[in-house]
């Protein structure tokens, strides 16, 4: 009879951990989840090591836009062991980008960046300053714009919407910055 009391007892923890368990994963993976901020390419947004909550709720089932901040998940362009990165939207699907002397245009119309460090923007290779995205794509750059501190897409190209992890909602650290993105 005792045995069957504790029996019952560990079944119901187990039961309970397994719940909390599967919660767990079911935010991380459908809902939101914080990442950190490494390296200098979201300068003066975003500084190295700022924790960061990211939605996921928007990729699914509604629309990223021009300016949103988003996760991005690209290992085989990044290098260097990084797997995620840290972007602004410039254009979505069907847009024309054009980088031509320091400025960005999105369909024939400069883009007002007072967010941006550095002088303007440049192409890296000239392969990606003058592109019309493919309808399931996004070009993303980052805020740090003097030359060499941002792989973006100057670089790698589009990013395939599928690629989206999730997109920036709110800073938790550093204290200092706390509030929404």
């Not at 029996?7 to 187990?14: A, I, P, T, V």
């Not at 960005?104 to 440049?122: K, M, P």
């Not at 030359?147 to 550093?174: C, H, M, Q, W, Y």
Request: charge should be positive; include cysteine; charged fraction near 25%.
């Amino acid at each position: 009879m005792k045995n069957d009391k504790v029996l019952k007892e560990l079944l119901d923890w187990m039961l309970h951990i397994a719940l909390a368990v599967a919660f767990t994963f079911l935010i991380i993976n459908y809902v939101g989840q914080f990442t950190v901020v490494q390296g200098n390419s979201m300068l003066p947004t975003l500084k190295p090591n700022s924790v960061l909550f990211m939605e996921k709720l928007t990729r699914r089932f509604g629309s990223l836009k021009q300016g949103d901040i988003v996760v991005v998940k690209i290992p085989e362009l990044l290098g260097g062991g990084k797997t995620y990165a840290v972007k602004r939207i410039i254009a979505t699907g069907g847009q024309k980008v054009t980088i031509k002397d320091g400025k960005v245009y999105v369909d024939g119309v400069e883009l007002s960046e007072e967010y941006i460090n550095g002088a303007g923007t440049f192409a890296e290779k000239g392969m990606y300053d003058d592109i019309t995205l493919p309808d399931d794509c996004i070009y993303v750059l980052g805020d740090n714009r003097y030359p060499g501190a941002s792989k973006d897409s100057r670089t790698f190209g589009p990013v395939n919407l599928e690629r989206v992890e999730g997109k920036v909602i709110f800073r938790i650290f550093p204290l200092s910055e706390i509030g929404r993105i």
